[in-house]
């Protein structure tokens, strides 16, 4: 198909395109600067030139599942597994605060060390302490009760990435164990509780054809996230998928630029995976669409144990460092880094 400036226009009006038309304007090479600058206008109608800044708290890199991709997977027997207690969250919180975060995001494993009534125990610890913070969990998928007792104790935001929206490419990424029915219900429990929630997907993942990726956007349609969190595959040695290659950063950008034109009022992350790949990755995805940031509150001396995949950046920063190397970088893309709690700009919500 042969695709124009038009479409692009079509795409920012609609918020829709065909699927045909979603597919090869994910395949054009020569639309790349019209998309991204259409993209940049519907960010900047709607959130200005702001960048929204999460503190990640990767409290533990113990996990049950063994998704291939992962370098965190049940079966990687050289990862070396840490958790973080509950002093050791508060402490990166404090320390975040102080660098002007107001939304912590505490990430880990399917780790059940942590049960409902700990992570329930954090939780409150957290919103007693910090009570102009946002709360954010991404602890994978557990029954809706736990969700809701998360929420009742101060949690407000939710991220589980669905990783792909179709069953059969599901299949190929997770053993058996793990069902896409079942993370697609945990997100629409998370919505019905009333977190903002956010979903996502890795762009280049092995096995994903371009069919996939409409999938993923169509699904996105339905669920009506707050916030959605895309990067690239990036492999990592210790799993079955060393072998398969990263996913490319034009793909990448452009998925960011269509996200936006789809979903104008979404809090799109400019990932860590994306500044992996490429040393100006954030810097780019920023300038195709996305308007959040999230630098590493971890302690330094586990940040190099949460590998996901390999050469992650930021493991040897400390907190205050990686604020500041952000901030620079988010101005030199044309933007301002704000300190507010950075809620999801809905109309009706
Ligand atoms: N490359 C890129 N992203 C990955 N994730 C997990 N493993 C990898 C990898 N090898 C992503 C998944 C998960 C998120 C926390 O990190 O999408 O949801
Ligand atoms: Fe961490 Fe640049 S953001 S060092």
Redesign the pocket.
């Known amino acids: 198909m042969n695709l124009s400036k038009e479409h692009i226009t079509a795409l920012a009006a609609e918020r829709d395109l065909s699927t045909s038309e979603l597919m090869s304007l994910l395949q054009a090479e020569g639309l790349d600067s019209l998309l991204f600058s259409a993209a940049d206008k519907v960010r900047r109608q709607i959130y200005g030139d702001a960048v929204y800044v999460r503190g990640l708290i990767e409290f533990t890199n113990c996990c049950k599942n063994n ?1 291939y ?4 997977r049940r079966d990687n027997q050289s990862a070396t597994r840490y958790r973080l207690e509950q002093d050791d969250i508060l402490a990166c919180c404090a320390e975040g605060y102080e660098l002007g975060f107001r939304t912590f995001v505490l ?1 880990g494993g399917e780790d059940s060390y942590y049960t409902d009534a700990k992570i329930c125990g954090i939780v409150s610890a957290i919103r007693n302490r910090f009570p102009d913070c946002a709360i954010t969990l ?1 602890i994978g998928e557990r029954p809706k009760d736990s969700y809701q007792a998360y929420f009742d104790a101060g949690a407000n935001r939710y ?3 669905h ?1 792909t929206a179709d069953p059969a490419h599901y299949r190929k990424l997770h053993p058996e164990a793990m069902s896409l029915q079942n993370r697609k219900e945990c997100l629409f429990h998370l919505k019905e509780i009333g977190y903002q929630v956010g979903s ?3 762009v280049g ?1 092995p096995y994903q054809t371009l069919d996939n990726l409409v999938a993923d956007l169509r699904f996105l349609q339905q669920l009506q996230p707050d916030m959605i ?1 895309i ?6 040695n210790e ?1 079955p ?1 060393s072998k398969f290659e ?2 490319s950063l034009s793909l990448t950008l452009r998925l960011i630029a269509v996200l936006r034109l789809m979903f104008p009022y979404a809090l799109i992350p400019a ?1 860590t ?1 994306l500044g992996t790949i490429h040393p100006q990755g954030r810097e780019l995805g920023l300038q195709a669409g996305a308007n959040v940031v999230m630098p590493n509150l971890s302690p330094v001396k586990v940040r190099k144990l949460y590998e ?3 050469n992650k950046i930021c493991t040897g920063e400390e907190a205050a460092q990686c604020r500041g190397c952000l901030e620079r970088r988010v101005e030199s893309a044309g933007y301002q880094i704000v300190t507010s709690i950075g809620n999801v700009k809905k109309p009706n919500s």
């Open positions: 998704c991709y992962c370098g965190i990430q991404s991220l589980l990435r990783e996502g997907f890795m993942s969190g990067g690239p595959y990036i492999p990592h799993t998928f990263r996913g990932t995976a996901l995949y390999e």
